[in-house]
Structure formats: structure tokens, C-alpha cells
């Protein structure tokens, strides 16, 4: 198969904390205040990209941004010095504090939208910044996720960066976690489909409930026309809305895609059915196989593919052709699932592996193995763009650890956040992370 999936991986911020501020995520409502290692979370992070990078994919690290947001404070009037900002945000608010530190940008599924070369009219590879904006402690990731995008891809030749659509609820986008690209070889052009959760300019009557639904279709158009996809090759599908109401709070958490394959829980769609036949039709008029692999209800509920997260896998195509599944630890747990997971491995079908991965500390807050990386297809031109010392290594897992152990701390909980020395140690770490990934001034303490 030529061309190759890169996937970048957050790497977790210092402050990663419990802040229960995802209402919809329920892990993150359910761990609320429980204690977090963000040293032991950025370790299993970096674990995860060693052991991919080490099985011979290529994988990319993207840096954590700086927390607290003290320009946020500071716009809301907050005054002063560091300090006192700090503590007057912490007076007035721990919530509002907590929620401005958050390390969410770890999730980086939810960085952007890529589109492959292969797939614009224009030839370059397209990224669209997500706002995020269903979640006030996310809509801030914004401006600095494109800051290190431009920097990670920053050939203009090659890679094309729009900015985040506009933060309002009706063009609410979350970027790759609502995307997945049906292909064969990475570097040919492929069928994109989009999953959005309701439509954004008006209101269905099939709309979830009890949960919100982040993305919307108004958001998931806009995207296409900026990529410059063409129509024939573009399908979008209603996310099933009693799947957003049991958590599915993106699509990542029902569906993953990879080549030819798309693995999903049968409730994952609004009409199935229609939504698998129109992307069948768009892969055969490229002359291409779809191998939907559909998972039963009877098999795994909906209930327990969202508390073991085996949706949020990342299914990657190995050398020998057939497929390997990443689950999180948490579904080898679950008899259930382990079942499930074991005879598919064994069936003859597509997937022949699974490997799985503790990522725990990223778990308890809603992210699994896939919200954990974002996936860029490249060429073989487009990859020798990326910024080398952006790409996994001996040498730069070696400088990684180090400057974790050196920088994060071990225990954290949303009341270490008003320390002004924290502060100090987060932009110390970032700006020597900068120099290890050769980034340039991303953060806005750095200009
Ligand atoms: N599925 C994908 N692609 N990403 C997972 C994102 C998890 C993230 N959790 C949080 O932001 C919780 C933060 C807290 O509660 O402390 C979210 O809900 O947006």
C-alpha cells in the first residue's frame, strides 16, 4: 500500500486533572475530583507512541498548551500580576479556574479535520482547526492547536490550515473524531465521511435529549467545501441520537475506520443501512471494496462499548496486509468484550491482532487510544515535509521521559491549580519542549 497514516499523539499537559466538565462524557462526570498523575498520564502516552513507532508506524507527538489560560482570565478582568490573577480567579471560582487549566488538549482527535491530498482538488493535505465550542473548557484550544499545527506541517506547498469555524453552537465541530476516511492506499484518493449530531441551522425532531450532540452538520459542509472534497467521494451521516444519550459523545466512541474497513456498533447510525449502501456505492466508483464490520447489540451493548471504550481503538494497517486493532486496557477487562474482541481476531477477517494499551489516567476523563492521536495520510513527499523532530524516535522518547520526570508532577487535584509555582513549572516545561520538538515560539508567554 503506498502512501502511509501518520498518527500524531497528544502529548498530556502538566495539569492534567479530574474536573468533571464534560457533561456527556460520562467517565468525566463519574471521576469528577479524583486524584490525577499527569506524570504517570504523559508516560502511558508516550508508551503508546514508542510501542506504535517501534512496530514500525509512523508517529508524530503534539505538545500540550499552556494551563492555566491566564489570557482567558485576564480577558474575563481578572488584573494584576500571575498571581493575583490566580488567586482572585480561585476566590471567585474554582470551577472556572479548573476549567482553565484543564489539559484537555491532549484529546488530539479533536485538534482538527484532516483531509488527504489525494482527496482535495488543490492537491495539498488540508487541516481545519476544530472550536470546540460545545465545551467552554475546549473552545480555548483553538488559537494555539493551529499555532502547532502550522508549525508541525508547515510547508505551504504541502499542507493547507484553515482556521476554526466560527465559535457559535450552530457551527459546533470537533474535528477528526467525527471524521473517518474509507481508502486504499493512503496516498489514492478515498471516500471522507462525516458524522455530525444534529444539523445546526434548524431543529429535528430527532435530536438527542438528554445529551448534547457537539457536532453539527452546518459545521461538517463547511469543512468539506474549505477541503475542496468532491461531492462523489463525501457522505454524511446522522450520529445515532440514543447513542449520544448513552455517552457517545463523538463518533470515535462508536466507529473507527481504516482502509476498506469500518468498524462499528450497529447503533452507531441514524438509517444504517442507506448510510453504509451510499458509501459501498462511492468506493466502488473508485473501484474499491467496502468491509463494513458491524458489531450486534446483542453482542456488545451500547452501555458497554462505552464504558469499555473498544470503538476508540485505532485500527491500522500492517505490512502483511491485514489489520491491527489498539484497545485500552479496559476492554481486555470486560469478559463481554474480551469475547467479542478475541473471536474477531480469530475470525479470518481483516483484523488478525490486538494490542492493548493502559491509558488509564486518559480513560478517566473520556479519552481513549484514538482521542488520543490524530491521523494525517501522507505521501511519501508530504511526510519528509513533517517537522523531523516532531516524529517519535529512541532519541526523542528518551529526551521525552527525562523532561517529563524532570517537569510534571505526580498528584493533582483542581486545588493545585491557584499555585503560582505551577504556573512557573508549566511554562518552564513548555518552553524546553518547544527546543526538543523544534516548534518556535507556539505559546503566546514565548512572544
Ligand atoms: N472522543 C474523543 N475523540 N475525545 C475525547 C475527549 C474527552 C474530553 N474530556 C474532557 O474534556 C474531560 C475533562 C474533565 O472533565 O476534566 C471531552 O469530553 O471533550
Redesign the pocket.
Known sequence: MSGCEANFDGLVGPTH??????FG?EA?TKN?NAVANPRLAAKQGLLKMKALADLGFAQGILPPHERPHLSTLRKMGFGGSDREVLTKAQAYSPRLLSSLS?A?SM?V??AATVSPSADSADGRVHFTVANLNN?F??AIEAETTSAILRATFHADKYFAHHDALPQVAALGDEGA?NHNRLCGAYDKPGVQVFVYGRDGLVTGDNEPVRYPARQTRLASDAIARLHQLDEKRTVFIQQNPHAIDSGV??N??ISVSNGNVLFHHEQAFVNSAKALDEIRRKMAALELDFQPIEVPQSKVSLDDAVATYLF?SQLLSKTDGKMMLVVPEESRQHIGVWAYLSALRDSGGPVDQIEVFDLRESMR???GP??LRLRVALNRNELNAVNVASLMSDSQFTRLNTWVDTHYRDRMQAKDLADPQLLTEVRTALDELTNILGLGAIYPFQR
Open positions: 486533572h479530574y474536573a468533571g466538565l464534560s462524557n468525566s469528577q484543564s484537555s484529546w482527535a479533536n465545551k473548557h475546549r473524531a459523545f463523538h470515535d466512541v476508540n476523563n473520556g479519552g484514538a482521542c
